[in-house]
């Protein structure tokens, strides 16, 4: 099949969309949806299918709408990967889903799947994954050795809006203590210089190392001794937990109920559930690095099945289901 991802960032260029071309079908991104672009891709590209995904500048009213138009028209299956389920299910997801009438939803929220279906939207679960020709294992980088390491975005913008989402305690758990008790941790994403209210410290500059490529994510994961892995909710994985896994990378993360469903803890990934374990564990993992190199090889190990290429192939056998796709 052909597939067109509706996608002009990095993010979504990668991973699914390889685990689709490791099925054998042809797979582009189409970069910023424009009207007249979008019209020359559906008539030079004939696609089967089209997939939008998540939530990003092109996910206007305008263009959902057109999005919508354009695969009337052309007679092609339209799908969404909700991944800002469940937080912003009312306020974006279901909009969107009133808009763009996906023909087939997929949400990363097992029980908001559930909920579009009862709602009249055919929905399935499809979480996360990691796939090996972006995750994987490198030699050390001398500029990204560091003991301690968080790869993720800050939102304080969205932590300060939803105070209850777990995300707010991950940090409290993971992050806090750590940098209470003079520890340096490097920090990978965009704006953890506006922390101070969540933190209660001030991140020294030379820690704030600003957004990092995708496709470089793996390096750091590699080069740090410790990944802190936060979490946003206690019944699902972030993304970064299988990026880091699969790239055999050291995770500290928080002890939910998610994180044992798949990995055990001491075995495969190293959990708190309160800041003196995290300084406790934090501690004896510097200090052992054969315990380190024990666990993130078995992390791996264990992360293996979650992938993208299974993912695709679940996503596919879905539609195929339905009837939407030969």
Do not use: C
Request: glycine residues 6%; charged residues 25%; without cysteine.
């Amino acid at each position: 099949m052909k597939i067109l991802f509706l996608e002009r960032g990095e993010l979504w260029s990668y991973g699914l969309p390889d685990g689709l071309r490791d099925l054998g079908h042809q797979v582009r991104a189409s970069g910023p949806v424009h009207k007249r672009k979008l019209i020359r891709q559906l008539s030079s590209f004939k696609p089967d299918l089209l997939v939008s995904v998540g939530w990003g500048p092109d996910h206007t009213t305008t263009k959902q709408r057109l999005v919508r138009s354009l695969a009337t028209q052309y007679k092609i299956p339209l799908v969404y990967w909700s991944t800002e389920d469940p937080n912003f299910t009312e306020v974006f997801t279901l909009p969107l889903l009133r808009r763009m009438k996906p023909d087939y939803t997929f949400s990363i929220s097992a029980k908001t799947a559930k909920r579009f279906h009862k709602m009249g939207y055919p929905a399935a679960h499809l979480e996360y994954a990691f796939h090996p020709k972006v995750h994987y294992r490198t030699k050390a980088k001398k500029q990204y050795q560091t003991d301690i390491v968080v790869v993720a975005n800050a939102y304080p913008d969205v932590l300060r809006k939803y105070p209850k989402l777990y995300r707010n305690k991950s940090i409290r758990i993971l992050v806090r203590p750590l940098l209470r008790n003079g520890y340096r941790i490097d920090f990978y994403g965009r704006n953890w210089s506006r922390m101070k209210p969540f933190l209660g410290y001030s991140i020294p500059k030379k820690s704030i190392k600003g957004p990092i490529p995708y496709k470089a994510a793996n390096k750091v994961f590699s080069s740090a001794k410790i990944v802190l892995g936060l979490q946003n909710y206690t019944d699902m994985l972030t993304q970064r937990t299988y990026e880091t896994l699969g790239s055999e990378g050291f995770f500290l993360t928080n002890d939910t109920p998610a994180v044992r469903k798949i990995l055990k803890p001491g075995r495969d990934v190293a959990v708190s559930s309160s800041p003196k374990e995290t300084l406790r564990k934090v501690r004896f993992y510097l200090d052992n690095a054969s315990e380190r190199e024990k666990i993130r090889r078995n992390g791996r190990r264990t992360i293996a099945m979650y992938n993208y290429t299974t993912r695709a192939r679940f996503m596919l056998s879905t539609l195929r289901r339905r009837g939407l796709i030969p």
